[in-house]
């Protein structure tokens, strides 16, 4: 019985032995693996890092190059002055006189303007044209003017209040038309209109401060004076 337990006990040591001494040699095997793998990679690394730099070095030698021809260049440029046609003195001789013939006295002018012109319109008779005007929206007009011409007139007679009837009433046409009846009011609109527009060449400048009803608005087209636009008519004093 004890040669068989020391039979067992010598089987388990060899064993042991053996496994050891096979990890060992498969723990080598992979080690020179490893280390062969890594100075292969690290060499693979050096001969990048060495391409690389020659291609750094090439780069910088065609920059140099490049900068050298540009200086080269440079130095057989010719200058060229190219002087602004505006410099040309027979423009600024004409200049000069448009300036000195066309001086313009704008806020004169307006106030001239206004106290020949501007004439005082009833402000009721105004804005019903404008109430009316403002039921004649767009969707509306359109979709009335596909009816026949005595129910678009019948349309109207229902929105329109009393005293806003009577323009209906003055207008009114056998082939009544409700889109020409709105280009009617607009106009009369327009006739009626107590605003001044003051139609100037310079953002800066304003003219509202002379009265209640001007209004001025930026022109880009105008170079010297004003435009004013009064009643659906317009008044030219410019250039």
Not at 74 to 81: E, K, M, Q, R
Not at 174 to 186: G, M, Q, R, T, V
Not at 212 to 225: Q, R, V
């Amino acid at each position: 019985m004890n040669a068989l337990i020391i039979s067992i006990f010598i089987i388990i040591i060899f064993l042991i032995s053996v496994m050891t001494t096979m990890l060992i040699n498969v723990t080598k095997v992979v080690n020179d693996r490893l280390k062969s793998l890594f100075i292969n990679k690290l060499e693979d690394y050096n001969n990048l890092i060495e391409l690389k730099n020659k291609e750094l070095q090439n780069i910088t030698s065609s920059e140099e190059n490049k900068e050298s021809n540009i200086e080269k260049e440079v130095y057989h440029v010719n200058p060229i002055i190219d002087i602004p046609s505006y410099r040309d003195s027979s423009i600024l001789k004409d200049l000069k006189k448009i300036n000195e013939k066309f001086d313009f006295d704008n806020q004169n002018i307006i106030l001239k303007f206004i106290q020949k012109n501007y004439k005082y319109q009833n402000e009721k008779h105004y804005n019903l044209l404008n109430s009316l005007n403002e039921k004649l929206y767009f969707d509306i007009v359109y979709e009335v003017m596909l009816y026949q011409s005595n129910v678009q007139y019948s349309f109207l007679k229902k929105i329109a209040s009393k005293e806003e009837l009577k323009y209906l009433e003055n207008y009114k046409k056998e082939d009544f038309n409700i889109l020409e009846f709105k280009n009617h009011i607009e106009n009369l609109i327009d006739q009626n209109d107590q605003t001044i527009y003051v139609r100037v060449g310079k953002k800066e400048e304003n003219y509202d401060h002379l009265n209640n009803n001007i209004k001025t608005i930026y022109d880009e087209s105008i170079i010297k004076g004003i435009k004013i636009v009064y009643q659906n008519k317009l008044f030219d004093y410019s250039l």
